[in-house]
């Protein structure tokens, strides 16, 4: 299942299938990302990671899964992998839509001010 979307009948090109199509696209993506989650909350930073990165090769666009591979960076320590994975979400934004990533992506590596050096 990871990275490896099957499309459901790929031979097939009945109109009602698109719908079902991207349910199970979105299905996947949902499942992916609550196990990358759940796998970080365990201390499993590589599966998480692994789950996580597989998401975005599916959907590089999605948003929640570039913050999925932050915060699996952020769990693990490593401030300078994070930062790399924000740059990768934000030059992606960027160039695909013309937009910046949002509040909610951009604040995960603002430290409160109590925690500034």
């Known amino acids: ?10 031979d097939w090109e009945e ?13 996947q993506l949902h499942l992916q990302e609550s196990l990358a989650e759940r796998l970080t ?8 990671l692994e789950v ?8 590089v666009l ?8 932050i915060r699996i960076h952020l769990a693990e320590g490593n401030i300078g992998e994070a930062r790399r994975a924000y740059a990768t979400c934000r030059q992606v934004l ?13 604040s995960m590596l603002t430290l409160p001010s ?3 050096p």
């Open 114 to 116: 109590d925690a500034r």
């Open 62 to 69: 999605r948003e929640s899964a570039h913050r999925s591979v």
């Open 15 to 27: 109109e009602w299938l698109s719908g079902e199509r991207e349910r199970l696209r979105q299905l």
């Open 1 to 10: 299942m990871l990275g490896d979307a099957r499309e459901l009948l790929p």
């Open 94 to 106: 960027r160039q695909e839509l013309g937009i910046s990533p949002t509040p909610a992506t951009a």
């Open 52 to 59: 996580a990165l597989a998401t975005l090769r599916l959907d």
């Open 41 to 48: 909350s365990e201390g499993r930073f590589g599966l998480a």
